[in-house]
């Protein structure tokens, strides 16, 4: 009856709705504190030295920290986070569950005095909380090892004393783009290249006819960066142009904020998963290879394929033969699949738009569909040129080093079997893993073998442009194989996560709550009005929960933080392993290294809401071009004291 009140009541929703999402616009500057702070020079020397802060880079710079290296961490915008302070949305979502794409394991103190209900993200976390973790990395690595507004031009080849120089320059911000005062960095031990090479540029949006739609009263906007902040989406007509994660996630805020139907407008159909099928990937037991039993794979793809079916939605046209189209990644949304069944969400595809018109657009195949708002979301163009413009590297090895000491941490292509190991698909699963086992190499306490494994002649290697999931995870199946100190990092990432993820919410309470929500998802399309549940789409995941309790094994031996308690009954597949104090590393006697030589450089309406401050995307810029200039040879000469970098070698391109 209250609701039927509310429904009744256009204020009383406006106030709800207004309280209830007004934690999510996230102003991203204020969120981390001092993003206004003007750029600081970094040191003139550091045992590692990160290139970027996004979350790649904040957990590669912890991880080093907690090996007892001392760090700098460069970034070129003013303030971190990466994707999260630059293109995401308040309305974003992680793409993975929340255990997958936690960084509570890296700072377990902090979330465990925190406790309640800020011990754990919500699944699927919202941006806000994502920033908010940045924040917390940020201070748990230390802010004066932070250096925003710097701009890294290059990476130079170790010189035969062991160090690498990363050359650097100030932003001017005054200057919009210029560049003020010129520093070199010697990096002792190591450098981190984690500059994200798949989200550049976003693409420009050139069909013809976006003036005439605009002047009939439409909206075209990117979905990017809150540029739909203020979008009023009740009994809109929406078009969505792409099929990727941006595309996706602006059809589901759509659907959940009152728009009267949603059109997926793309050349392929992608790939679109229930958030069940995500949540038991990481869930499941895992053999010792880091594999699931296959037999779970199956039935659950059969469930998944059923799902399709019922609900209307466009299958990918790969399938069976393959999850998902090359390029492509997979979606996680349950909103996708409940509004097909309510007819409030459909596809055209293959199909792109030919022309904005009043009113509408027009279709390459003459069809015309209504539209209010129109999101292009057609993608970014790729960073795929930067790593080897600022490293001079051409390939990378299999275990992400591009020479001895110098890392690429960035995501790449998930292709085929990359879903059946423990990373998932989080990106940051994967750099949790890498980073420990790169900062365990540069420390004392690296086994005999593990630096040569890592980056050594004979690791298989690829093109820094056609990187793909599946080299990562064979690499890291070796490495796991060969050394026990790598067994252990890994074997103590999934037991951390295993435990925080049941002790949030096992995999029986996450599934009732999960079913219910399915329901619920009914009455939010349905305007607040409940459907029956012989009109509801059929929730074909009961009995998921059946195989995803870890097998009787020895148990965990230390839970961090506030899930201790209510793990009495957890069973890991391998037990949780402290590690010992960090270790000073000192250094040591480094055979010189060949220095790598550079490759060419290729070539809304109005709305009621405030729009929270939006940075500035991160913007691929050319390369240096001449030899090393005069500014760097000085500093150069200063730091190494020694005779200068020969030209001929050290050549920007």
């Not at 908010?132 to 990395?137: E, G, I, P, T, Y």
């Not at 932003?171 to 550049?200: H, K, S």
């Not at 309510?342 to 069809?367: N, Q, Y």
């Not at 708002?373 to 090895?397: D, H, M, P, Q, Y």
């Amino acid at each position: 009856r209250r609701a039927a009140r509310l429904f009744v009541d256009g204020e009383a929703i406006e106030a709800v709705a207004a309280e209830m999402t007004a934690p999510q616009r996230v102003d991203k500057l204020a969120a981390l504190g001092d993003g206004e702070a003007p750029p600081r020079l970094p040191p003139a020397e550091v045992d590692v030295v990160v290139v970027g802060a996004g979350l790649c880079g904040l957990v590669a710079a912890l991880a080093c920290k907690k090996r007892g290296l001392s760090v700098a961490v460069l970034e070129r915008r003013p303030v971190a986070g990466g994707v999260w302070t630059s293109f995401a949305n308040s309305t974003s979502q992680v793409n993975s569950s929340e255990g997958g794409y936690s960084a509570r394991s890296l700072v377990p103190a902090v979330y465990a005095a925190r406790g309640g209900a800020r011990g754990a993200n919500r699944d699927h976390s919202p941006a806000h909380e994502i920033v908010d973790d940045v924040a917390v990395l940020v201070d748990e690595i230390g802010r004066d090892s932070i250096y925003r507004g710097v701009d890294v031009a290059r990476v130079l080849p170790r010189s035969p004393d062991g160090r690498t120089a990363v050359l650097a320059r100030l932003v001017d911000v005054a200057a919009r783009g210029g560049f003020a005062d010129a520093a070199v960095t010697l990096a002792r031990e190591g450098v981190v290249v984690a500059i994200n090479d798949r989200v550049g540029v976003p693409r420009p949006l050139e069909t013809p006819g976006v003036a005439a739609f605009e002047a009939s009263g439409g909206l075209v906007a990117r979905g990017l960066a809150d540029d739909l902040a203020g979008c009023d989406w009740r009994g809109k007509r929406v078009v969505i142009l792409g099929f990727g994660a941006f595309a996706v996630e602006n059809a589901r805020t759509a659907l959940e904020h009152g728009a009267a139907e949603v059109t997926v407008v793309a050349r392929r159909t992608g790939t679109v998963c229930p958030k069940i099928i995500d949540y038991l990937n990481f869930v499941k037991p895992w053999d010792d290879h880091f594999a699931h039993d296959p037999v779970t794979n199956v039935k659950q793809m059969r469930q998944w394929q059923k799902l399709y079916q019922a609900s209307g939605a466009t299958q990918p046209e790969c399938w069976p033969a393959q999850i998902k189209h090359r390029g492509h990644t997979i979606s996680v949304s349950d909103v996708w699949f409940v509004a097909a069944h309510m007819g409030k969400l459909k596809t055209r595809v293959p199909a792109s738009v030919a022309a904005f018109e009043a009113g509408g657009v027009r279709l390459d195949d003459g069809h015309f569909l209504p539209a209010d708002v129109v999101v292009a979301c057609i993608g970014f163009e790729r960073n795929a040129t930067l790593c080897s413009a600022l490293t001079g590297a051409a390939a990378v090895k299999d275990t992400n080093c591009l020479a001895p000491r110098l890392i690429y941490l960035a995501d790449a292509e998930i292709d085929e079997g990359a879903f059946n190991f423990f990373f998932g698909s989080s990106v940051l699963e994967y750099a949790k893993f890498y980073s420990d086992v790169f900062a365990l190499a540069l420390s004392d306490a690296s086994p005999a073998g593990l630096p040569e494994a890592l980056w050594g002649p004979t690791v298989p290697e690829s093109s820094v442009d056609d990187r793909k999931w599946s080299h990562y995870i064979g690499a890291a199946r070796r490495l796991i194989s060969q050394f026990a100190q790598v067994r252990a990092i890994a074997d103590d990432q999934v037991a951390h996560r295993t435990a925080h993820m049941w002790g949030s919410l096992p995999p029986t309470t996450w599934l009732a709550a999960n079913r219910q929500e399915w329901s619920e998802l009914h009455t939010r399309l349905n305007g607040g009005v409940p459907l029956s549940p012989e009109q509801e789409l059929p929730y074909f995941f009961d009995e998921a929960a059946d195989g995803a309790e870890p097998p009787p094994a020895r148990e965990a031996r230390a839970v961090s933080g506030d899930v201790a308690p209510r793990l009495s009954r957890l069973r890991l597949s391998a037990p949780l392993r402290l590690s010992s104090p960090p270790t000073r590393r000192t250094h040591a006697s480094d055979a010189p290294l060949t220095p790598v030589s550079p490759v060419p450089h290729q070539q809304s309406p109005q709305g009621r809401r405030k729009t929270p401050r939006s940075l500035p995307a991160f913007s691929p810029r050319p390369p240096l071009a001449g030899d090393v200039p005069g500014v760097w040879h000085a500093a150069l000469r200063r730091a190494l004291r020694t005779q200068p970098y020969r030209t001929h070698v050290y050549t920007f391109v």
